[in-house]
Every structure is written in C-alpha cells, then in structure tokens.
C-alpha cells in the first residue's frame, strides 16, 4: 500500500484563512461590493456575487445555540456542546428530524440534507430536511512521484547521509530556497519489513518542486540528502501561489470563504466558499490563469 505525507508549510491556513480554529461565524454582508460595481483602485474587475436564487442543496451539521438560530455548519468546534455556525437557515424545524442532542440550551444533529432558495446570505428551505447520506472522502492530491524511477529502482545513494535528521535538513533546504514550491514524501519504495517504522528514511522519496533550475536544485540537495530524491517543475512558486491566497482571503467576507489552502503537489490554490456559480472560478481563471485556483462551492444547484 503506498502511504504518502505531505509536508505543508499551509495546512493551518485551511482555517486560519477565515479567522478560525475549528468554529466557524455567520457572514455579514458589510464588505459585500455589489454586483456589477466598478473595478477595485488596482484595476482588478469586482468580485462577482451570485445572484440566482436556486433551489441548492448542501449538507452539515444543523446547530441553533442561545447565540443563533438554526445553521448550517461544514466546520464544527469540539467543544460540549459544540460551537459553529457557517449558514443561516430559514424554515428549519427540528420536530421534522431524528437524531439531534441538547445541552446548555443548544441543540444540534445531522449531517443532515437540506434544499432551498438562497437570497444572498441564508437558506430558505423548500424541502423537509432528511438525513444525509453516507459520502466516502477521497484524497484530491496524487502524492505519487512524478520523476520516471531510475534504472534499478529508487535507493539510497549515500546511506551516511540517509537519516531522519538529514531528511529535515533538506527539506529545510528546500523551504528556503526563493524558487521553492512544493515537499512531500512519497512512500514505501518496498514494503517495509515486519516491525519497521513508517518513515523509514531508506524507505522514502523526497519530492521537491522549484520553479527555477531543476538540476541545480537537485545538486544543492544531494549536498544533504543521500536518499531518493526527485526534484520537478512548477509554475510557481509557495511565495507567489501564498500571496494569490492572501489576496483572495481579503475578500472572505464578499465571497463567503469557508477555507483556503495550498496543495503543494500541484500548484493550487483550493478555495471553499458557500456558493459560486461559476462566476467566482472564472473570475480567477481570468485574473490568474486557468490551473491556478479552484474553486469547490458548498451550495449544488438542484
């Protein structure tokens, strides 16, 4: 079985983005620009806002505190009882569900299904919500190594320079190199023997990205690291594909951002907001370029 880590700098962005630890708020429209408004002072055309009313679905957590009505929640904080609260909904009856607890005047369920018409900044519901149905949840990142497997096989070049501790020394390396752009493990290179630890440092492939000369980055590595190594091509690098983060995190409140974060083995930006038509990834695909962000809206049309 192969078992890759992704070695990210930016897994803490994921809610950091939005200002979060694990809870998320209820979006305000205050810094919502209108539709149509003219172009930022920089020249960059407006955020585009959704404006079909649905009917969308979506699934989460339902939770109505002494603090908020009923919401709708994709991120929920472990705390008893729980805190969130990520969309408003309108209609919502907890005598029309099973499953949902109480305590300290909170109440909360689900994952439940719910449908309804959006206004901009809540649910309305159309439909009585129902349980959601089980979903399987797949890694979207190929943690594989792209570099074609020498002749013989992937080993160890230098084993004296083959240890945990210069394993974190490269990857150091890398990170600061100014044309960096992604780090990850790709393993095992052969099944590990009984009782052998995971992270085998003669059992990995380290796999750095640089969007600068790749045989150099490759000669500057093997100064440190004696173990498999692939050293690739990227289009950008982690400084450039971290400010296009910061940029679109400025407007979390227009576009209603749940997340952002960094993959680093494909150059993308992902971003999760409540909806987007498809206005939102355009929008990015123009200011950007096509491959640079996408965009996964938590809203399905119907």
């Known amino acids: ?55 969308y679905r979506a699934s989460g957590i339902v939770l109505e505190s002494p603090e908020h009505g009923p919401m709708l929640c994709m991120f929920v904080a472990t705390s008893y009882p729980p805190q969130c609260g990520n969309l408003e909904l309108v209609g919502w009856d907890w005598d029309l569900v099973d499953g949902e607890e109480s305590a300290n005047g909170t109440t909360w369920g689900g994952p439940y299904e719910v449908t309804g018409t959006w206004d901009g900044e809540r649910l309305t519901l159309t439909e009585p919500p129902r349980m959601a149905e089980p979903t399987v949840v797949t890694p979207d990142s ?3 190594t792209p570099c074609p497997e020498p002749a013989g096989g992937w080993g160890v070049i230098d084993p004296a320079t083959t240890t945990s501790e210069t394993l974190e020394d490269a990857i150091a390396a890398a990170r600061a190199r100014p044309d960096f752009a992604g780090v990850w493990l790709d393993q095992p290179i052969r099944e590990p023997a ?19 000369d790749v045989a150099q980055a490759e000669q500057d590595l093997r100064q440190i690291w004696g173990g498999a190594l692939c050293v690739s091509s990227a289009g950008r690098s982690q400084a450039e594909l971290s400010t296009i983060q910061e940029e679109i995190s400025a407007d979390s409140a227009a576009i209603k951002m749940l997340y952002s974060s960094i993959d680093e083995t494909t150059g993308l930006v992902t971003v999760g907001v409540v909806i987007d038509d498809g206005s939102l990834q355009a929008h990015y695909d123009e200011r950007y370029g096509p491959g640079v962000v996408s965009v996964t809206s938590w809203l399905q049309p119907v």
């Open 194 to 212: 009984p009782g052998a630890p995971d992270n085998d440092p003669t059992n990995l492939v380290l796999n750095v990205r640089v969007t600068g």
């Open 1 to 55: 079985m192969r078992r890759s880590v992704l070695l990210t700098a930016a897994a803490g962005a994921l809610l950091a983005s939005v200002g979060l630890a694990g809870c998320a708020t209820q979006y305000q429209n205050a810094d919502q620009a209108a539709p149509g408004a003219p172009a930022e002072p920089d020249g960059t055309a407006p955020v585009p806002l959704p404006t079909d009313p649905g009917p």
């Open 142 to 144: 190929d943690f594989s």
